[in-house]
Protein backbone atom coordinates (compact mmCIF):
# COMPACT_ATOMS: atom_id res chain seq x y z
CA UNK A 1 0.00 0.00 0.00
CA UNK A 2 1.21 3.80 -1.05
CA UNK A 3 -0.03 6.69 0.49
CA UNK A 4 0.34 10.14 -1.96
CA UNK A 5 0.26 13.72 -0.08
CA UNK A 6 -0.45 16.02 -3.04
CA UNK A 7 -1.52 19.88 -3.53
CA UNK A 8 -4.33 21.47 -4.64
CA UNK A 9 -5.06 25.48 -5.58
CA UNK A 10 -7.84 27.43 -7.52
CA UNK A 11 -6.95 28.33 -11.14
CA UNK A 12 -9.52 31.27 -10.57
CA UNK A 13 -10.99 31.17 -6.56
CA UNK A 14 -14.29 29.59 -6.09
CA UNK A 15 -15.48 26.88 -3.77
CA UNK A 16 -13.34 23.84 -3.03
CA UNK A 17 -15.31 20.88 -5.35
CA UNK A 18 -15.79 18.53 -2.54
CA UNK A 19 -16.99 15.48 -4.83
CA UNK A 20 -13.53 15.83 -5.54
CA UNK A 21 -12.44 13.83 -2.38
CA UNK A 22 -14.97 11.03 -3.93
CA UNK A 23 -13.57 11.33 -6.87
CA UNK A 24 -9.77 11.02 -6.01
CA UNK A 25 -10.38 8.81 -2.94
CA UNK A 26 -8.90 11.33 -0.83
CA UNK A 27 -8.72 13.62 2.51
CA UNK A 28 -7.84 16.78 3.91
CA UNK A 29 -3.97 16.11 5.13
CA UNK A 30 -4.49 17.71 8.06
CA UNK A 31 -7.00 19.67 10.35
CA UNK A 32 -5.55 23.17 8.93
CA UNK A 33 -6.55 21.44 5.23
CA UNK A 34 -9.64 21.06 6.22
CA UNK A 35 -10.20 24.50 7.66
CA UNK A 36 -9.33 25.95 4.37
CA UNK A 37 -11.77 23.66 2.22
CA UNK A 38 -14.28 24.78 4.87
CA UNK A 39 -13.12 28.74 4.06
CA UNK A 40 -13.23 28.36 -0.16
CA UNK A 41 -17.10 27.06 0.74
CA UNK A 42 -17.75 30.57 2.22
CA UNK A 43 -15.68 32.61 0.19
CA UNK A 44 -13.35 33.83 3.03
CA UNK A 45 -9.83 31.87 2.12
CA UNK A 46 -6.96 34.03 1.49
CA UNK A 47 -5.05 33.06 -1.79
CA UNK A 48 -1.88 31.91 0.28
CA UNK A 49 -4.48 29.94 2.62
CA UNK A 50 -5.94 28.28 -0.83
CA UNK A 51 -3.30 25.58 -1.15
CA UNK A 52 -5.18 22.77 0.20
CA UNK A 53 -3.27 19.51 0.87
CA UNK A 54 -4.76 16.10 0.48
CA UNK A 55 -3.91 12.51 1.11
CA UNK A 56 -4.71 9.16 -0.61
CA UNK A 57 -3.98 5.51 0.18
CA UNK A 58 -3.69 3.75 -3.46
CA UNK A 59 -2.47 -0.34 -4.17
CA UNK A 60 -0.28 0.77 -6.83
CA UNK A 61 3.30 2.32 -6.81
CA UNK A 62 2.47 5.41 -9.06
CA UNK A 63 -1.24 7.39 -7.66
CA UNK A 64 -3.63 8.19 -10.47
CA UNK A 65 -4.14 11.96 -9.82
CA UNK A 66 -6.61 13.37 -12.50
CA UNK A 67 -5.15 16.93 -13.29
CA UNK A 68 -7.65 17.38 -16.23
CA UNK A 69 -10.53 16.40 -13.65
CA UNK A 70 -9.59 19.43 -11.36
CA UNK A 71 -8.97 22.14 -13.95
CA UNK A 72 -12.67 21.51 -15.12
CA UNK A 73 -13.64 22.77 -11.57
CA UNK A 74 -11.44 25.51 -11.75
CA UNK A 75 -8.70 24.08 -9.14
CA UNK A 76 -5.10 22.47 -10.29
CA UNK A 77 -2.69 19.98 -8.84
CA UNK A 78 0.47 22.08 -7.92
CA UNK A 79 3.48 21.01 -9.83
CA UNK A 80 5.71 18.88 -7.94
CA UNK A 81 3.60 18.84 -4.87
CA UNK A 82 2.66 15.03 -5.40
CA UNK A 83 5.16 12.70 -2.71
CA UNK A 84 4.68 9.10 -2.25
CA UNK A 85 5.79 6.47 0.53
CA UNK A 86 4.84 2.94 0.93
CA UNK A 87 3.38 2.26 4.21
Do not use: C
Amino acid sequence: MYRTTFAVTPLKGGYFPLDMLRYEAAFPASETDSGRIERSMHGSGKADELVIRLEKFHPEKTPRLNDDRWRSFGWTIAIGSARTEKQ
